[in-house]
């Protein structure tokens, strides 16, 4: 078994010897730009912990890792064009920094180079992982689909945000698990547990994302907190919120999420007080600790010997601060 | 060997039975609106005569021909982001009939069930199929973004002109071909050389929707001609008879494209004249048949016995209306 930090540096000597220079420089130089920004590379390092756990050879499996980067840093690029978002890991956006459409065009360019990519894994089983990389793609376009028409739908249910929430962030978790364990070539029954595993632990990773957003440190979040508030979007934290507050309160909760003009720093703070007052942080917490429980009680049921380095990094994943 | 005709159909029908029913509506309705617009599917239609000169199966091989469909609908509804294009095939684009966002997400969604098509092939060379995906996509990035490099770069060279449009169509057209050459098992000598053929059409195919632009027929060619000119584009028309012109013409001309306010229709009709002045119409035919002679020459390299059906589909692009 390889410790996670052997994982954590395998990962980042592939991803640095991919070169991404050619011409139109517009292109590439967005690509270079968010590939070498490094962020915690969570994807690549669950995929090779799986892989590793299942038995299998994670110098081999490092192909189709840094293959799901790619592709996760693809749907960045995309994404925040669509939320118009300036800042990411501290950075500017691809959209901020050249444009919209150069940010189409080198998103749409790094999801070919991600195939790509993935081809170079050359083994017989790499159809099941393009097949898994495919499916994936298509379900965090809809995830990401949910999450604009949400922006303008009235009554969002807390179960259509952890739909959008699974579709968005939590299946591409669990394809990274999965991608791990089909490179180690695990019983297809282990492959898809471990999917469901990563699916839950991916929910509570983005309920903690949504947390992080409120209360967040802002230099080590690398986003201004608080964006979510500003930006008025339904998260769970919000709805809860709205579920169970009184009427005068939800209304209020409303009203400050209604897109009217407010002084910002105000209506942050007196969000941040219903919310407390509510006791949303512990309530969004609970639900977290619920999917992982889940998780658990689907790894207790993989008959892998050492499950170390996956529970170390599961619990990085839930303990984060940024 | 099949007839275009029958090709056509059995292209027809694979694509009627696609379905891109799912939820959220907003992505899926995009995908279906665009795939059943039909459009001339030159490419898949290219993809199977190819197979079909090599020998090749080509009821096999429609679902690698109709992937390429999907992935050149794909590019369709990004460039349409981009050009900020209202029509295209008569109907109002993507971009337009729903918004910015929705067309970047449904074209993400189509890109990848352009790779989950390619993937119902199942054959053993599938992997060269997606790798000529994977390296076609790529170029043609490359070729959009040199496009719209074009729009602030002054001294577009005709050699950089004839590169992009390389780069964003020809290839394509290329990759069609070879991916029926492919799939028919053909020498990697005759696929590189069908490429080749197919890039040197696809070249005269672009300079011909250049020259359709400025002289076709509204109905017939689906967009309200003259938007090249409207949108101050850097065909082969335009910096050829710069080349030529005389220096007062040239400085006219680049006026006219500089991005000042002009009466449009008066603005087209002096543009209009200038080409007639220096012939350019039959200047860029004279370039479409070097292009087309080129591709003649590969060809009769090309130890097939029955080229009649290809021959007759080159014809069709070579002398088209629309």
């Known amino acids: ?51 590793d756990m299942f038995g299998g050879d ?21 994404d925040d064009i669509m939320d118009r978002a300036p800042i990411r890991r501290g950075l500017e956006t691809v959209y901020k920094k050249w444009n919209a459409n150069i940010a189409i065009l080198s998103g ?33 376009c809809e995830g990401q689909q949910m999450d604009i028409n949400f922006e303008t739908q009235d009554n969002v249910s807390i179960d259509e945000y952890i739909e959008m929430i699974r579709l968005k962030t939590a299946i591409l978790i669990g394809a990274c698990l999965k991608a791990g364990a089909i490179s ?17 632990i991916g929910l509570a990773f983005q309920l903690m994302d949504d947390l992080l957003d409120v209360y967040g440190n802002e230099e080590k979040f690398g986003k201004t907190p608080g964006g979510d508030i500003r930006e008025n979007k339904k998260t769970y ?17 409303k009203d400050y999420f209604s897109g009217k003009e407010f002084d910002e720093s105000e209506k942050l703070q007196a969000i941040k007080a219903l919310f407390e007052k509510y006791n949303i942080k512990a309530i969004t917490e609970e ?15 993989i008959p892998c010997e050492d499950k170390t380095e996956l529970l170390r990094i599961t619990d990085l994943i839930m303990h984060r601060d940024h």
């Open 108 to 140: 749409d360019a790094l999801f070919a180079l991600a195939y790509e990519k993935l081809l170079a894994y050359e083994n017989d089983n790499i159809i099941e992982l393009i097949h898994l990389l495919n499916e994936t793609a298509v379900g965090v």
């Open 58 to 78: 994670v110098i081999k499996s490092v192909t189709p890792a840094v293959s799901m980067e790619m592709f996760h840093n693809f749907t960045l690029i995309h």
């Open 184 to 200: 180690a070539y695990a019983d297809k029954k282990y492959q898809d547990m471990i999917y469901d595993y990563g699916e839950n």
């Open 237 to 253: 934290i919000y709805l809860k919120c709205i579920e169970i507050a009184s009427e005068e309160d939800a209304n209020k909760l």
């Open 1 to 51: 078994m390889h410790k996670i930090e052997e994982l954590i540096e395998l990962v980042s000597n592939e991803i640095d010897k991919l070169s991404f220079k050619g011409t139109p420089a517009e292109l590439y130089e967005p690509i270079e730009y968010i590939m070498s920004q490094g962020g915690k590379r969570l994807r690549p390092i669950l995929s090779l912990v799986a892989c």
């Open 287 to 301: 639900l977290m600790d619920e999917y992982y429980k889940k998780a658990m009680e689907i790894l207790e049921q």
